[in-house]
């Protein structure tokens, strides 16, 4: 110890006094608020720092709040207005939340950046906000599968930039806005390539003017509502459409539509209304690979020749379309063909499947026309139905005459080269042949363009697909498998999807909420041509099971302190109550580190200064061998100091507050000092500290000397002067102040340190260089000293009017 000790000393108080912190405190209290009302929250949202303090799911940039994502991580409770609050957020994604009730507050649209909303699968309830048009900057608004009531907002129509609007799946109801002059609509949404509107409770007709020529739509998802009217015309100005779904409504009229004009058209689905007229012609249509036109009041007609000229045709579904007359062979002969409904018709004559039928068949429905003869010997051998002709009647032990059963696709991703294992109760055996935790869930496919669901090739071009999307992304996912493909009531198909982490058993909550996040996410991957946009449900409820008391995992605010002798300093506050025992309890009070720094205040009372180091609890835990006594140094009224050494190698002194005593866990991290307490260090010295400090300022002063020089650390490298140095050393010695009443409070001493900042000219804009994560980055003790390096106190907020709690 030189005569550095003295200043070192009380740099060392202030920096300990305004531990730091990250992150703004707008978007801290925002965060706060917006927190107490949910339940499960992620065990790591201890302390005030969710930017520096590995808060999981929240994202930052700089000290600002860039992105929440906390998908699946079983959150249950209400949205408040504070949701407004965080003015740079660009990513909100609170999907797969089933427990996430009551209304989407209209502050939402205070949330001036944000690009990306997602709200899959949730339980909100209430009207979408008017103004959520204010959200301009929206790529993708996705709020499908929730309760969401009333009118689809006319403002949507002024997001200039959505790409993905996704609405499917509540009980929206009302008619589709467009734009009159006066009020915008979903017609000027030029840049949009999603309208998914499907299973709503949609009302009138169509809009004409909601399709132009100007737009780049690629689904047009208007299925399962009460949609009345005819097809527009309008809409084969859309000529990037891909898929249309337009089943499950109650359109009318002929189909007047040109497909001709519709190049890329690949799936059409308008069964289930009541179309008229007739069946419209898909002759030039050589991309179509599933259309399904069941369920109309189309004019009778035999079956249009066209119908066998569909090249790229997988799936033709024509239930109850009053076809009639006879079956040509040429029919079966598209080469991609894999199934034929043609049930509930009038199709009569003989059946004769001819030895052209395409190679990929595997289904023929003919149930209940009326078919006299079928002509055997074709070599067919796939399924076919004929129940309900009257070649049944004459023939009722035709094993095509059986009553079909539901069949479910029994497909999964098989394991690899390996014999499987049994797992235990939440594990489950991976296709790179492993007992791990997998994310589990289902992907509702809302168009695919192939009926044959036990075919695995479909399957293995969508996992590579997704493995080559989480591999880029670098994801910590080993494998995934697919499998029990099927078809639901709505036509959509669902098919269970089993993510498994790599490296681990477990996911750990990030690693969980990116990668389900990802699946809400339409551009994630490539999707296969085969299947079109889906949804995704998490069947995973429970991976974080219990775990969530903050008893477990508390608040740890460590301060990495250069040189420090400051948790001598704790320790003599402690010997000194102890001596004092008439004041022993006020003492403690007083005196105790942590009282002040009450977490559930929601103005955070944490301070919160840029470039101090936070500590999990684990490696807390781990660097004290859990909290062994035999690395105990002492203990005090409020708690017990132990001595631990990071994996860096620095030995630290860590005081752990009396468990019980606060809530949570609350710990301080010092730099271990070896040579004895502070009172030896002060002896040795031969002086009064800070006497002797205030002493070298005062002839700083008056006589110009270099007195004070003298006696600085030169670790602290101080050849230059450094402004501010001396209103630093001032601020130090009133925290020393003998009594209380002269001491200054937290907020005076932040605001006093950001006031030396700026007049000495820090650069404000320094990233933090440490967190948890990072630190074993920066062994060197000197990196953390702020007048050695670029790692500075940032002011963010105001603190609770506390007393600085140490004594000389
Ligand atoms: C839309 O996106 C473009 C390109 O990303 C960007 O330049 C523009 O500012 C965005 N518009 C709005 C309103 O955010
Ligand atoms: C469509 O339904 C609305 C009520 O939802 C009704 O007022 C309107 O007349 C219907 N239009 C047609 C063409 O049937
Ligand atoms: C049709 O799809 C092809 C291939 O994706 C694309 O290049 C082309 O621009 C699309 N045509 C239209 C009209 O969108
Ligand atoms: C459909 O459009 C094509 C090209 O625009 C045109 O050649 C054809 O005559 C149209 N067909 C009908 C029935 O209008
Ligand atoms: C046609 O309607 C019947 C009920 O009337 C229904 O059972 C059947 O699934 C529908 N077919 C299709 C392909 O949607
Ligand atoms: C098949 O049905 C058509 C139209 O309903 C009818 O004209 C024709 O006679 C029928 N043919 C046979 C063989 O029953
Ligand atoms: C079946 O259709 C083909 C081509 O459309 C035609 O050449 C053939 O004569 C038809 N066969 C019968 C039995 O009508
Ligand atoms: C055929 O369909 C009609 C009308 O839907 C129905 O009444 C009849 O029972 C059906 N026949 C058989 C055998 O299913
Ligand atoms: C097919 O799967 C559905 C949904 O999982 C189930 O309800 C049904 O019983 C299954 N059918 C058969 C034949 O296994
Ligand atoms: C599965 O589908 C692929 C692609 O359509 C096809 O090439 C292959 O022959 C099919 N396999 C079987 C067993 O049908
Ligand atoms: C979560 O897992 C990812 C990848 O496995 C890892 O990089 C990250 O550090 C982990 N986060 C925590 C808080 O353990
Ligand atoms: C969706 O995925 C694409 C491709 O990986 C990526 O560029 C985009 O940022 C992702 N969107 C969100 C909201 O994560």
Redesign the pocket.
């Known amino acids: 110890m030189g005569s550095g000790l003295p200043i070192f000393l009380l740099i060392t108080c202030l920096q300990v006094l305004v531990i730091a912190a990250v992150t703004d405190s707008g978007d801290l209290s925002a965060l706060n608020a917006v927190k107490s009302n949910w339940m499960n929250t992620p065990p790591s949202w201890i302390g005030s720092d969710p930017c520096g303090g590995g808060w999981e799911g929240i994202g930052c940039t700089g000290s600002r709040i860039t992105y929440i994502i906390l998908t699946g991580m079983g959150l249950s409770g209400t949205l408040t207005g504070d949701i407004g609050d965080f003015p740079e957020l660009q990513t909100l994604d609170l999907s797969q939340n089933k427990g996430l009730t009551g209304i989407l507050p209209s502050t939402i649209v205070n949330l001036k950046k944000l690009e990306n909303l997602f709200l899959v699968d949730c339980s909100f309830n209430g009207p979408i906000p008017d103004g959520i048009g204010s959200l301009?900057?929206l790529v993708s608004l996705s709020i499908a599968s929730n309760n969401f009531n009333g009118p689809i907002p006319p403002s949507i129509g002024k997001m200039?930039?959505l790409s993905l609007l996704d609405l499917t799946d509540n009980k929206l109801s009302g008619t589709i806005p467009v734009s009159d002059g006066t009020s915008p609509g979903l017609d000027l949404l030029l840049n949009a390539r999603h309208f998914h509107l499907g299973k709503n409770l949609l009302t009138g007709g169509i809009p004409p003017n909601l399709f132009s020529s100007n737009m780049k739509l690629l689904h047009v998802l208007f299925d399962s509502n009460q949609l009345n009217g005819s097809i527009p015309s309008t809409l084969q100005l859309v000529q990037t459409l891909e898929v249309i779904r337009l089943d499950r409504n109650s359109l009318t009229g002929p189909i007047v539509l040109n497909f001709t004009n519709l190049p890329n058209l690949s799936e059409l689905y308008l069964s289930n209304n009541k179309f008229s007229g007739s069946i419209p012609d898909l002759s030039a249509k050589n991309l179509l690979t599933y259309v399904d036109m069941s369920n109309n009041s189309f004019d009778a007609s035999l079956i249009p020749p066209w119908f066998s000229s569909l090249q790229s045709m997988t799936s033709l579904i024509m239930e109850r379309t009053q076809l009639q007359g006879p079956i040509n062979a040429t029919l079966f002969s598209p080469a991609q063909l894999q199934s034929i409904v043609l049930s509930y018709n009038q199709l009569n004559g003989t059946l004769d499947l001819g030895t052209n039928y395409g190679s990929q068949l595997l289904l023929i429905d003919l149930q209940n026309n009326s078919i006299g003869e079928f002509a055997q010997g074709t070599g067919y051998s796939k399924e076919l139905l004929l129940h309900g002709n009257p070649f049944c009647q004459k023939t009722q032990s035709s094993e095509y005459c059986i009553a079909p059963q539901q069949k479910n696709s029994s497909y999964a991703t098989p394991t690899g080269n390996c014999v499987a294992r049994s797992c235990s109760a939440q594990q489950l055996f991976s296709p790179n042949c492993n007992c791990a935790n997998p994310i589990t869930g289902i992907l509702h496919f809302r168009s695919f363009s192939f009926s044959d669901f036990q075919n695995g090739s479909y399957y293995i071009l969508l996992q590579a697909a997704m493995m080559e999307a989480f591999k880029s992304d670098k994801l910590p996912v080993d494998s995934i498998s697919l499998s029990f493909p099927l078809m639901d009531a709505n036509d959509y198909l669902e098919v269970r999807l089993d993510v498994f982490p790599s490296g681990d058993y477990v996911f750990n909550r990030t690693g969980f909420s990116v990668i389900t996040s990802q699946l809400n996410n339409l551009t994630f991957f490539t999707r296969p041509d085969a299947f079109g946009p889906f949804f995704f449900t998490l069947n995973t409820d429970n991976y974080f099971t219990g775990s969530n008391k903050s008893s477990n995992t508390g608040i740890i605010i460590g301060a990495a302190v250069g040189g420090s002798v400051l948790m001598l300093l704790i320790i003599m506050a402690g010997v000194y109550a102890f001596h004092q025992r008439k004041m022993a309890d006020r003492a403690t009070q007083q005196m105790n580190p942590f009282a002040s720094w009450d977490q559930n205040k929601a103005n955070g009372a944490a301070p919160q200064i840029k470039g101090v180091l936070s500590f999990s609890f684990e490696e807390l835990r781990k660097c004290t061998n859990n909290f062994s006594e035999v690395n105990a140094l002492g203990a005090g009224g409020y708690g017990t100091v132990y001595k631990g050494t990071l994996p860096t190698g620095v030995v630290v002194a860590i005081k752990r507050a009396k468990q019980g005593s606060l809530q949570g866990e609350q710990m301080l991290v010092y730099e271990y000092v070896k040579n004895g307490t502070l009172t030896d260090c002060i002896s040795e010295h031969g002086s009064y500290v800070v006497r002797e400090v205030k002493t070298a300022m005062d002839n700083q002063r008056t006589k110009d000397s270099g007195n004070l020089n003298d006696i600085l650390d030169p670790s602290l490298d101080l050849t230059k002067p450094v402004k501010g140095l001396e209103r630093f050393l001032d601020l130090a010695i009133r925290c020393v102040e003998e009594l209380s009443a002269g001491r200054p409070t937290m907020n005076e001493v932040v605001k006093e340190l950001e006031n030396i900042q700026q007049l000495a000219g820090f650069d404000n804009n320094v990233e933090r260089v440490s967190t948890s994560t990072t630190y074993s980055e920066t062994t060197e003790e000197s990196s953390y000293h702020p007048y050695t390096k670029k790692v500075f106190f940032e002011y963010s907020g105001s603190f609770p009017h506390s007393e600085i709690e140490l004594q000389k």
Request: glycine share 0%; hydrophobic share 0%; aromatic share 0%.
């Open positions: 301009t900057r200039s930039n």
